[in-house]
């Protein structure tokens, strides 16, 4: 097939469902994605799926995309927005896989720089804007040169220069605001060397055989992360959409509009009215409006262990904190779970049970265990008591999906307990 460009293979796909014309496609750009996703999942196997979901999802929109789009753009995209969504319930685990990973593919002068970078990487690439990543992955991603990128984003030469020059300096003040202080010209280092590397041999080849039939033959775990990454793509190009209407409307000048961001006072409450408040959150469709109206503001925003700034636009899922031991995850403005997690005395789920409790005090509330498992490694298994786990005496974890709760113990005793509000999917 001659050297076609990345829409024409794209649109002789579409018209013909040529196999060859997605293969080049995919042989093109499945490294890129293969290292997004690994920089997610830090495990090959889960790479390997989120990678085959999102040439599936091309596969599937293929006739859709506006011939302006960039390709390798949109695939890092939609690899991000994929893997962030697949690794939602595994992201403790991640980041340590993670780690282990990098340090096995780091190669100097940036190793240094990469290994501070790699972590955060990707969250901060989806806080730029579409033109300034697209910039970032053409020109340190693919390595293109600065002629190269004017003509993928339709800017002269010079002009595209200083796109990538600004896009690369909004990354160092990201970078910069979660601790990591490293010059642009290292940045752009580390990511030219790091961020892409071979996916395995075989993967290609996989991806356009289940990829050219829209996924029919893929398995039920990949469908569902295409479903779910469908769907935050759609809801990410809706939000878009609205800040673009409201950003026209500024610009027109014809109406005034004034936005005030309302921060009410942090959360005060006695452990008399804490349990009144939380029940209050117990319900289907709980919001994160909600929560500052019946708790007030947190004391702090939190994800994987990290303070967040909430005057920056928050991740899709994080934690609200509160005092007397009382967190709120949110997802998509939804209320995912109420916890109650430390050492304070937390709020009082039905039965009495809360922090402090015993084993056997929370066995009477929940019921029996349909079984129970010792000293081996903990998989969430509903239902299931796990004590001991991996050796560690005295530490068990619980959970009854029939009451939406879980629960963490430490020496026999609850130290979280986490009550499900609306489960994510």
């Not at 685990?93 to 096995?104: C, G, K, T, V």
């Not at 395995?200 to 033959?217: F, M, R």
């Amino acid at each position: 097939m001659p050297e076609l460009d990345d829409h024409e293979l794209l649109a002789e796909f579409a018209r013909t469902e040529s196999e060859a014309a997605f293969a080049a496609l995919v042989e093109r750009y499945v490294n890129l994605v293969y290292s997004a996703a690994m920089r997610f999942a830090g495990n090959p196997h889960h790479a390997e799926e989120i990678t085959q979901a999102v040439f599936i999802i091309l596969a599937r929109k293929a006739g859709k995309l506006s011939p302006r789009a960039v390709l390798s753009g949109w695939l890092y995209q939609t690899a991000r927005l994929t893997a962030a969504n697949f690794m939602k319930g595994e992201i403790r685990r991640q980041h340590r896989e993670q780690e282990a990973y990098m340090q096995s593919i780091l190669t100097e002068p940036d190793a240094a720089a990469w290994q501070q970078l790699a972590p955060h990487l990707d969250e901060a690439m989806g806080r730029l804007g579409e033109t300034d990543r697209n910039a970032i992955v053409l020109r340190f991603f693919e390595n293109k040169t600065a002629r190269e990128v004017g003509a993928a984003l339709k800017l002269t030469e010079a002009a595209a220069h200083k796109r990538v020059n600004r896009a690369l300096e909004k990354l160092r003040k990201i970078f910069s605001k979660r601790g990591v202080t490293l010059s642009g010209a290292i940045i752009a280092g580390a990511v030219s060397a790091n961020s892409v590397h071979a996916a395995p041999a075989a993967l290609a080849k996989t991806i356009s055989a289940v990829a050219v039939a829209k996924g029919a033959t893929a398995s039920i775990s990949t469908l569902t992360l295409i479903k779910g990454a469908l769907k935050i793509m759609a809801w990410t190009k809706a939000k878009t959409a609205v800040v673009a209407v409201a950003a026209a409307v500024l610009a027109a000048g014809t109406t005034t509009v004034a936005i005030k961001v309302i921060h009410p006072s942090v959360g005060k409450f006695t452990v008399a009215d804490l349990d009144a408040n939380i029940a209050k959150l117990n319900h289907p469709g709980a919001t994160v409006k909600e929560v500052v109206q019946v708790l007030g503001r947190p004391q702090k925003y939190m994800w994987n262990n990290k303070t967040i700034d909430p005057d920056n636009p928050l991740n899709t899922t994080y934690i609200m904190v509160y005092p007397q031991s009382v967190m709120v995850e949110v997802s998509h403005s939804l209320v995912v779970e109420l916890r109650s997690e430390g050492n304070g005395r937390g709020f009082i789920w039905q039965g009495g049970l809360r922090l402090g409790s015993s084993l056997d005090e929370a066995l009477q509330v929940l019921g029996p265990p349909s079984s129970s498992v010792v000293g081996k490694p903990l998989d969430f298994t509903d239902g299931v008591l796990y004590k001991d786990i991996e050796g560690q005496r005295g530490n068990g974890y619980y959970a009854r999906a029939d009451q939406k709760i879980r629960l963490f113990f430490s020496d026999d005793k609850v130290v979280a307990l986490y009550v499900v509000v609306n489960p994510m999917k």
